[in-house]
């Protein structure tokens, strides 16, 4: 069984490398002279046409900002509700159908019935408005992540640096923080991945008046530019990337700072 694991592992990690090789291929590629698939003629025009492209720059910086918004407010929100959950408080059933309620009625109703809503008020195709939305989609996913953390975080912990003469702002710094801090780190990159792949929630909530990384990118898919579509998705990975390795190094200088051990 260990072989067959093994086996299949190596066979997705090859393809994994031959799938990322041609993206960057096709990305510089212009034509597709079969058989002669790598000599065909390569340029930087993809490249070049998508920074001179003001609509593709805008709906970078839309994503970008909308995208730190919402996975921080989803954090921020989804930490009480995941203590809440494991817990087990007061009302949690119903604060867990709530959360989960996404899931099963599923968020792009909800983001239409609040778009309606919305509308009312003349918040109707604004950032805030796919924020709050995107929030919904996030938090789900955000609660998963952090509520195994309290499984970490025992009363004897907190009992123990009380007993030491700890007072409450310091253990939710030098014990609470330290434990669930890695699996913050993971829901606020999970909660930033969400939001900048949303397309179908941000269109209709943005009505089309906000424009984002998927929105701008999508017809490029449908128009089967191979070299554009190949260079965008580049570009997607590299902002999750840079994004990873941001927060990754921002934890890491936080606990050095505080010598702790991540």
Known sequence: ???????????????????????????????????????????????????????FMVGLFNSLSIGLCSSLLSLIMSIPLAKKLYYKQKAFKMISFVVFLPFLIGVTSIGLGLQLFFKQMGFAGSKILIIICQCLLIIPYEVRIIRPAYSFLGDNIIYAGKMLGASDSNIRKEIIFPILAPFIKTALIMGFILSISDYYLTLVLGSGLVETFMTVAFPFFVSRDRAISSTISILFLLINIIFIIIVEIIFRLIFRSKKWTL
């Open 1 to 55: 069984m260990k072989k067959i694991s093994k086996f299949i592992l190596y066979i997705y990690i090859v393809l994994l490398i031959f799938a990322g090789i041609d993206l960057i291929f096709t990305s510089f590629r212009q034509n597709y002279p079969w058989p002669n698939l790598i000599l065909a003629n390569y340029s930087l025009r993809s490249y070049n046409y998508l920074l001179k492209d003001k609509k």
